[in-house]
């Protein structure tokens, strides 16, 4: 039997935390005091960066610039002393410019969305596509998951590594996986009511449209649906949205952080004690960064995740800039995890809108909108610049069935409290549009909640 096709249960090891139970995948790594950790993590870091001279044109060129050799990395620390890599980077090596295998070796491709560009290609080797399995089953052990679930899996399918990475870890778990993909949404929720599923993956926001399904087609989510556990990642997810979700479909929601350039889901994990996302730091070194100078902080400051792959043969990253703004705390964890976790990643440092000198992120609107029971978590934000060159925002959100139906002195008391409370949050005055429920677009996969009308050719 092949080691992908194993089903086995029994290395999933348990650990009581209080009342919580927390299932682990592989305690000897996830678990690992740290000094041993960090000692793994140098020879790790020692061969790949070896790799990446002798097999990347780009690593090669771009350290000789810095006047660095692999053999300058003697302590973890040294890290800093190599280059950064950024998207554009990737871009300009599109499609396979970094690989460090030959195609012959490289069995899998897949793809970033390119909202902005030209995607980002990641290569595969057999090697890199059993790691991503195992990785993913420890996110889903992490979660509760094991041979005896029904894992429903609504993250797309195809060039996104949401839909192929959980379908990897479920496999690997031996879990029974519905591979329902994202989109026809009720079909997934009649295919929950028939085939009993007790676990799903999707985007937070796909959720919500999942959640607003069941109710719209009947269900009790107590009395008809086995659910039990909801898988979330690839977008952020303020904690409203989420316990919204859990109210719902009465789940936990588990959030799980991934991107295409590291692998795909597999990264980062939370476990039952829900207290940030466990990295898995025997094949990730992280680092934050200040985004403006590039400098590595000190354990603990707020700033961008830079991360470097130590195991990926065919698509090896020294430092990548994730534009993830987050936290890093390296205190262990009841669940008996040793590994960092990531404060909840607050959204992308090129999300950060600058109205009127001040800086917003979309979810800290998000919190707001979801702390106010007039609306529904359906929202867009409209930025546009004005005739002076300032930028502006318009917040379009859904009101609930209740505010709509009780007309429009309700709508418009539900907007200046909206208002009045962003006033609070953000200190500027924003502009919004209430609008009926179920009006704005639903996504399948990542919600777009910004709507960028700028000219920036003006
Ligand atoms: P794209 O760059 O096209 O969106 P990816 O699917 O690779 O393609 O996106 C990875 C990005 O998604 C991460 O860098 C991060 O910004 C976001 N992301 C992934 N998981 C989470 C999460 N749990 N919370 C917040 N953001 C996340
Ligand atoms: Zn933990």
Redesign the pocket.
Known sequence: MSVLERSIPEEQTKREAGEKECLIWDREHECMPRPALEKLQLERLQKVVARCYEKVPFYRQKMDALGVRPEDIKTLADVSKLPFTSKLDLRDNYPFAMFAEPMSNVVELHA????TGKPVVGGYTKNDLDLWSDLAARVLTAAGVTSDDIVHNAFGYGL??GGMGFHYGAKRIGATIVPASSGQTKRQVMLWNDFGATAFCSTPSYACVLAEQVEESGINPVADLKLRVAL??????TPQMRAEVEKKLNVEAF???????LMGPGVGLECPIHDG?HINEDHFLMETIDPETGEVLPPGSEGELVLTSLTREAFPLLRFR?R?RTQVDQAPCACGRTTARLQK?NG?TDDMLIIKGVNVFPTQIETVILSLPQFEPQYVIVVDRSSNFLDDIEVMVECTHEVHEAGEEAKEEARKKLAHELHQMLGINTRIKVVAPKTLERSEG?AKRVVDLRDMTK
């Not at 979330?232 to 997810?237: K, L, M, T, V, Y």
Request: proline share 4%; net charge negative.
């Open positions: 970033s969305s390119g909202t996104f590594t979330f990642g690839a977008e952020p997810c959030d799980t952080y991934g991107l295409t350039e996302l994730t993830d990643i992308r990542k």
